[in-house]
């Protein structure tokens, strides 16, 4: 069974977004590029004991957590289901266990409702996600160009030129740990918390850069391709052999900063060397690493070294939310995308084309 596009002869009416790809339970309302609600129910501290994502306490905790949030998302925004145009859900990648939670939900709502559905990558939404600005937040295409854009994430670290909307090619991606991998495992070595990435952020701002000397792997390849699994190990190596440094409070600043230094240099590099290639004059950056304080300056700085424009997805929209899931199916929709049928399956390892 396929949804069928909206009917031209009803007036344009809001639509509504699932996100479950990993731990956040997430429910949005878009309507007109307008994000009237955007309710996220996270499971960081369920997950905290165990140092990390916990698949199957993740899809339980979905299923807990999605029809208040759906209820909460549709309250905040004024609207009755009813009046819903479309639903849409993230199909991919992610947790298969979790993704099968939101996907099912939509579909089903679309069913019963006889509204269209669109399955929805959830990189993709990534990719448009540093054009999501305000307060409230909405979705901004007019001064849309093209542009490189770094994912970077716990789960994922890839470069993408973004050739028109809606049009864009994978120029490289991690071959082993992602960035915000990297940033949590280093960080459990060093006896953080779960997840380790805002707390190095928070520690680094007040440790020196420069007093540790890190490994920058894959800095200076000749491709796009990133690997932090060997940064990861040498801090292991490391602290092996200087457990010392474990019992000083200065000596973790410095630490934090050291690592931090070491992945946010390979980042910049990567993103500002593609976009002086391809000849762009954007740089765009989403994912919940974008969120990192030193990434974001240091982009910042280095953009406005090289001449280039530069779009960061605020930090409300860095971390899974739906609302950048309904943004994307809002932008397909008014290009007449081909809808997902409402038989489809989830796509836990669906590559960005």
């Not at 849409?88 to 099912?104: E, F, I, R, S, V």
């Not at 939509?106 to 448009?128: K, S």
């Amino acid at each position: 069974m396929r949804g069928e596009f909206p009917d031209p002869s009803r007036p344009n009416m809001p639509l509504l977004a699932f996100e479950t790809s990993c731990d956040e339970t997430s429910a949005a309302v878009i309507h007109e590029g307008r994000v009237l609600a955007n309710a996220v129910a996270s499971q960081i501290d369920l997950h905290a004991e165990y140092g990390g994502v916990v698949p199957e306490l993740a899809a339980r905790e979905h299923l807990r957590n999605l029809a208040p949030i759906v209820r909460a998302a549709l309250k905040e925004a004024g609207i009755h289901a009813n009046q819903l145009e479309a639903v849409c859900a993230t199909q991919g990648p992610g947790l298969p266990g979790a993704l099968l939670a939101g996907l099912k939900a939509g579909q089903a709502m679309a069913f019963v409702l006889r509204r269209p559905f669109l399955g929805i990558h959830h990189h993709e939404a990534h990719l448009y996600s540093p054009w999501i600005v305000g307060d409230p937040l909405r979705g901004d295409f007019s001064s849309f160009e093209p542009n490189v854009s770094l994912i970077v994430s716990g789960g994922h670290t890839i470069l993408v030129h973004v050739e028109a909307e809606l049009r864009h090619r994978v120029l490289g991606s991690t071959v082993d740990d992602a960035a915000g991998e990297c940033f949590d495992k280093t960080g459990k070595l060093m006896g953080l918390g779960y997840p380790a990435g805002p707390l190095i952020d928070q520690l680094a701002a007040e440790g020196n850069p420069k007093a540790f000397d890190f490994p920058r792997p894959m800095i200076n390849s000749n491709d796009d391709d990133f690997s932090f699994s060997g940064l990861k190990t040498s801090v292991r190596y490391f602290l092996r052999d200087r457990p010392e440094l474990l019992e000083d409070r200065q000596a973790i600043r410095d630490l934090c900063a050291s690592v931090q230094a070491a992945i946010v240099d390979v980042l910049v590099a990567k993103v500002i060397r593609a976009a002086k290639r391809l000849g762009v004059n954007c740089v765009t950056a989403s994912g919940g690493v974008t969120c990192n304080s030193s990434l974001r300056a240091r982009l910042a700085t280095a953009c406005q070294k090289a001449g280039l424009n530069l779009r960061l997805a605020p930090n409300r929209v860095c971390t899974d939310n739906a609302a950048m899931i309904g943004i994307l199916a809002e932008r397909k929709l008014l290009q007449k995308t081909a809808m997902t049928p409402l038989d489809a399956d989830i796509m836990p390892n669906w590559e960005l084309a």
